[in-house]
Nanobody, 120 residues
């Protein structure tokens, strides 16, 4: 009933920038938290950043000052601007959203992931 579709990943050199986008579509009444997580090879999935409906943000210490999360409530979209990228930022990045459906059911939803590779 709900789909999250990420875009914007790719290959970038160290120090470069990328902007990830995620669109939530389907039976959506409202979305509370939206966020980005990442999983590097051989590691567990970790939080990158979250943003609530009012715009309050939370970041992992490793990305503070380099990444910026934002959202558009009207279009049910969330973005992640990534600057000063480092090789250790290489991972599959996943979009997450806590959705209140038209049926008043609440669900936790994930996108399929987009690869970000930082390498020279």
């Amino acid at each position: 009933q709900v789909q999250l579709a990420e875009s914007g990943g790719g290959l970038v050199q160290p120090g470069g920038s990328l902007r990830l986008s995620c669109a939530a579509t389907g039976s959506i009444r409202s979305i509370n938290f939206m966020g980005w997580y990442r999983q590097a090879p051989g590691k567990e999935r970790e939080l990158v950043a979250t943003i609530d409906r009012g715009g309050i943000t939370n970041y992992a210490d490793s990305v503070k000052g380099r990444f910026t999360i934002s959202r558009n409530n009207a279009n049910n979209m969330v973005y992640l601007q990534m600057n000063s990228l480092k090789p250790e930022d290489t991972a599959v990045y996943y979009c997450n959203a806590q959705i209140l459906h038209d049926s008043w059911r609440v669900s936790d939803n994930w996108g399929q992931g987009t690869q970000v590779t930082v390498s020279s």
